[in-house]
């Protein structure tokens, strides 16, 4: 039986909108798109049972962000995806109220330093060329400079926002340090 986004690609090279060699790349494309629509969904109710609905929120944005196009680990299954997702949510969400200005600011730094000089990663399955591992590259310095710039005034204006912000950006550097350990190809 052929998968409902297989199907939908087929169609579109019907109509004309992409041509017969781009069908499994649209097909991956609509399938990555809906994991991650659940995944986020799940991750943000379950974030939303152990903190509250901005903190939740301010982490799962925080790691959309950046995660868009650092890349980082991917787990060999969506279901291992799912739970390393939500483990990660659920111990970086409990972990809010412990972290003071000082740890914000030391979970911070190391971990921006980490993305801005291994991201975006490029993996078997992704196949990036090196002139789209460069637009990349400077999406992530300009994501994570505005990242940057939100942790910095969040610090003034609430603690707990600020941890949020800094554990998303700790947890996308420690998907990255994973990808590496995993022996993912970078540039």
């Given amino acids: 039986m052929e998968r409902i986004e297989q199907r939908f690609a087929r169609h579109l090279c019907q109509k004309g909108y992409i041509t017969q060699?781009?069908?499994?790349?649209?097909?991956?494309?609509?399938?990555?798109r809906f994991l991650t629509l659940v995944t986020t969904i799940i991750v943000l109710v379950l974030g939303?049972?152990?903190s509250n609905w901005w903190q939740a929120f301010l982490f799962v944005c925080g790691v959309a962000f950046l995660r868009t196009y650092t890349n980082g680990y991917h787990a060999k299954t969506f279901w291992g995806c799912l739970v390393l997702s939500c483990a990660v949510t659920v111990l970086c969400l409990l972990?809010?109220?412990?972290?003071?200005?000082?740890?914000?600011?030391?979970?911070?730094?190391?971990?921006?330093g980490i993305?801005?000089?291994?991201?975006?990663?490029?993996?078997?399955?992704?196949?990036?060329?090196?002139?789209e591992m460069g637009a990349m590259r400077k999406k992530v310095h300009l994501r994570l400079a505005l990242l940057t710039?939100?942790?910095l005034l969040l610090l003034f204006i609430s603690t707990q926002a600020a941890a949020c912000l800094s554990l998303?950006?700790?947890?996308?550097?420690?998907?990255?340090?994973a990808a590496l350990k995993n022996t993912m190809v970078y540039h």
């Fill in 95 to 112: 972990a809010v109220p412990y972290v003071n200005t000082v740890i914000a600011a030391i979970l911070f730094l190391p971990s921006a």
């Fill in 115 to 131: 993305i801005a000089r291994f991201a975006p990663l490029n993996d078997s399955s992704i196949h990036l060329t090196k002139a």
């Fill in 168 to 177: 998303s950006i700790f947890a996308v550097a420690i998907s990255i340090v």
């Fill in 48 to 50: 939303l049972l152990v």
């Fill in 149 to 151: 710039c939100a942790f």
């Fill in 21 to 32: 060699e781009e069908i499994d790349w649209c097909a991956y494309s609509l399938q990555k």
